[in-house]
């Protein structure tokens, strides 16, 4: 490698590492919660509010179900409507236990894409499981879920106070709507 090629690749580097340090999301260091029953969290959830994404991009009727399989692997599968065109769209995965050793502590780590894992913590949940603030492993991604189709406003406020002290956007929520069938 010449000179020139050499400066051309350290300017590279240098600029793309500024970049990185610039744009990268910011990590959430909150913990998950540590009473966490993967047996009474399985079944359909639905999404309330989303920081949003590419893959929940104008989605409603947001839904997910957690359902372990044969081999008591959790399955994921998430499903919701685009609003553009009113088409179905569905992505499965899996999840697991972020700490294998203690299946007690609500920090799993979610695929959708092959060896690919994302951070998927229960951050907190009602006593019968029925609502649940969940982040991922940085501030750009956080859901509200609920069991029904609504869900309490008292309930809502007390998630977005703990998203908020956990320095999360809460003003950036998109509020799923969850029509009728």
Known sequence: MNKKQTLIALSATALGTIIYNVLKPVKSDVQAISNFDID??????????????????????????YRKDTSGRIQVINKGVDITNNQLKIKTG????KFPDDK????LKVSFFGPFYSGYHVMAI??????ALVFGDNTDYMW?????????KKVVEGFLKTAQMAGYATENLVWTVQEDS
Do not use: M, T
């Open 104 to 107: 007690n502590i609500g920090a």
């Open 94 to 97: 899996k999840a697991k236990f």
């Open 126 to 131: 009602d006593e019968g499981y029925k609502y």
């Open 40 to 65: 009474q969290y399985l079944g359909k959830w639905y999404e309330i509010a989303r920081l949003d994404f590419y893959w929940e991009k104008n989605l409603k009727n947001v839904v997910a179900e």
């Open 144 to 152: 509200i879920l609920s069991r029904e189709k609504d869900i309490p």
